[in-house]
């Protein structure tokens, strides 16, 4: 099983809104990544969890808040986002940094 | 810095081979990878090689790399409309697992 599990896969919301993506993987991979993409563009990487623990933020802006609740599960939520985060979320893991596998992908669509 | 680059658009006719090309700057990555994705979905990893092989292949798909000009590419052969889709080539940046991709190459298959 090398699948990593997306949801929603498509999310419309305002910009006053709280909402959260989910992601999720039974591989036992203990590095889990959110990136963004932009259409054509390739993925920019965000947030890396190691060992259940933030080991990597890129910069990201606070209305990004990702949480990892044990080792096969990763949130992230959103608030009070702009319309230009509008993009293609992606969650991947793997272990040790070999072999990376992606989720299909949350379609998010800020209003 | 980091940095990674491919061409962006290649066309070729079903039944031919195609030539993928990246060029990356870090020495020091362990592994290397291509992925593919369709119009719509996530990231499929398609193979990696490890950065003391010169060369893998998989069925249709022949990675070379030559670690001196830091030159990556990914033959695949008998093309099909099928492989139509963007591919990335991306390289792990330091321990973190971090991916580092290339602007990805457009594969067009005409019949």
């Known amino acids: 099983d090398t699948e990593v599990t997306q949801t929603p896969k498509h999310l419309v919301m305002g910009m006053t809104n709280k909402k959260s993506l989910k992601c999720e993987q039974h591989?036992?991979?203990?590095?889990m990544y959110w990136y963004k993409q932009k259409a054509k563009k390739p993925p920019e990487l965000m947030f890396v969890?190691?060992?259940?623990?933030?080991?990597i933020n890129e910069s990201v802006p606070s209305r990004f808040s990702p949480e990892c609740p044990n080792s096969s599960l990763l949130n992230l939520h959103l608030h009070a986002l702009q319309p230009e985060d509008s993009a293609l979320y992606l969650c991947?893991?793997?272990?040790?940094?070999?072999?990376?596998?992606f989720g299909q992908g949350t379609r998010l669509t800020v209003v | 810095g980091e940095d990674v680059e491919q061409s962006l658009f290649l066309s070729v006719r079903e039944g031919d081979s195609s030539v993928i090309n990246c060029t990356y700057t870090?020495?020091?990555?362990?592994?290397l990878y291509w992925y593919k994705q369709e119009p719509g979905a996530g990231l499929q990893l398609l193979t990696y090689?490890?950065?003391?092989?010169d060369m893998k292949q998989d069925q249709r798909l022949t990675v070379l790399l030559n670690k001196k000009d830091k030159h990556l590419s990914l033959r695949i052969a008998d093309t099909q409309t099928g492989d139509s889709a963007i591919y990335f080539c991306?390289?792990?940046?330091?321990?973190?697992?971090?991916?580092?991709f290339g602007q990805g190459t457009e594969l067009s298959v005409k019949p």
């Open positions: 991947a893991s793997s272990q040790e940094g070999v072999e990376a596998f």
């Open positions: 591989m036992g991979h203990r590095a």
């Open positions: 969890y190691s060992y259940e623990k933030l080991s």
């Open positions: 870090d020495s020091s990555s362990t592994y």
């Open positions: 090689i490890f950065s003391n092989m």
């Open positions: 991306a390289e792990v940046y330091n321990q973190g697992g971090k991916l580092i």
